[in-house]
């Protein structure tokens, strides 16, 4: 005969999961309407003399064929990254998988992105240990690449999100820098725990290179978007202020605090934020540029993200 206590036991685990989906719906939300109201009183105090919008057609699909090079290169560090676990696949089935599984990321939690490609991996006849590994390791250096990027283009782009910010960024480089150069000992050792403790064995190595040979692809996709972005910016507002170092440093830094925003889908608000916030410090355009370049290049990177993305799932195999 079941109890009140039984009752409320089996329930719990359930309000948990609900209570948890809508603090991160919460938190997204708030920074959402923060990112809104901050974009607002860039555009409201900011003069209508200062903006200039004329969208230009050449310099936008010149901008997004940029972008789509880069997802080239993206797909193939990663099936490079497989091809060390000697799980070897298609550039046509691994772009299929990396498009399907981005759509992820606009799901709260960031997690849904390495586990649809887990998932789609497991499904191409690659166990999950190795799947989801290679996403690990693509997902770990992806970041590192890009904080490394950041730190070596100057720090003023980080000063410009505030001195925590700045400190946030370097300890976390040099954590994420160290993990990922002593990724084939500490690998073995989780390994080895894991077996111990479970007692179901688990052999899971990563080889000595990946993580550099990953780490300096990543540094060549960080740069390729954040050329890409400047081009982005002439289409919108005919001009591109500043040096491309300091475009790639605003791209690459906006996209990563979106990006580790976990509650936010898409890091939606918070790479807003962080984007018209650096764009101005850097001196790249006006408070005004700066909130409709942002806007703009939400909807264009976007639109280049799902759509692929759901042209795969309209020719599922």
């Not at 390994?191 to 899971?204: D, G, I, K, V």
Request: proline share 3%.
């Amino acid at each position: 005969m079941s109890t009140a206590g039984d009752s409320s036991a089996a329930i719990s685990p359930r309000v948990r999961r609900v209570a948890w989906r809508v603090a991160q719906y919460t938190l997204a939300i708030a920074f959402i309407v923060f990112a809104a109201r901050s974009l607002w009183r860039q555009w409201r105090d900011a003069s209508a003399a200062q903006l200039n919008v004329q969208l230009r057609g050449g310099w936008l699909v010149l901008s997004s064929l940029l972008v789509l090079v880069t997802y080239v290169l993206l797909v193939e560090i990663w099936r490079r990254v497989l091809a060390r676990y000697d799980a070897r696949v298609s550039l046509r089935v691994a772009a299929r998988v990396w498009f399907v599984s981005n759509l992820g990321k606009y799901v709260p939690g960031k997690i849904w992105q390495l586990t649809a490609m887990a998932s789609m991996m497991n499904r191409q006849g690659v166990s999950l240990t190795v799947a989801g590994s290679a996403a690990l390791i693509v997902a770990v250096c992806n970041v590192v690449a890009g904080f490394v990027l950041v730190l070596a283009l100057g720090t003023q782009s980080l000063r410009a999100l505030g001195a925590r910010a700045e400190i946030a960024v370097v300890t976390a480089t040099a954590i994420l820098l160290a993990i990922v150069l002593t990724a084939p000992l500490t690998v073995r050792w989780a390994a080895s725990l894991f077996s111990r403790l479970t007692r179901h064995p688990l052999a899971l190595t990563v080889p000595a290179t990946v993580a550099w040979e990953s780490i300096i692809g990543y540094i060549v996709t960080w740069i390729l978007y954040g050329l890409a972005f400047e081009l982005f910016a002439i289409a919108v507002v005919g001009h591109a202020n500043g040096s491309w170092a300091a475009y790639v440093a605003t791209f690459t830094l906006s996209y990563l605090v979106g990006y580790l925003w976990l509650p936010a889908p898409g890091g939606l608000g918070a790479r807003e934020w962080a984007m018209s916030t650096v764009f101005v410090a850097l001196k790249l355009g006006t408070p005004a540029e700066a909130a409709v370049i942002t806007i703009a290049s939400r909807v264009w990177l976007t639109a280049l993200e799902i759509v692929p993305g759901l042209f795969y799932l309209a020719r599922r195999s």
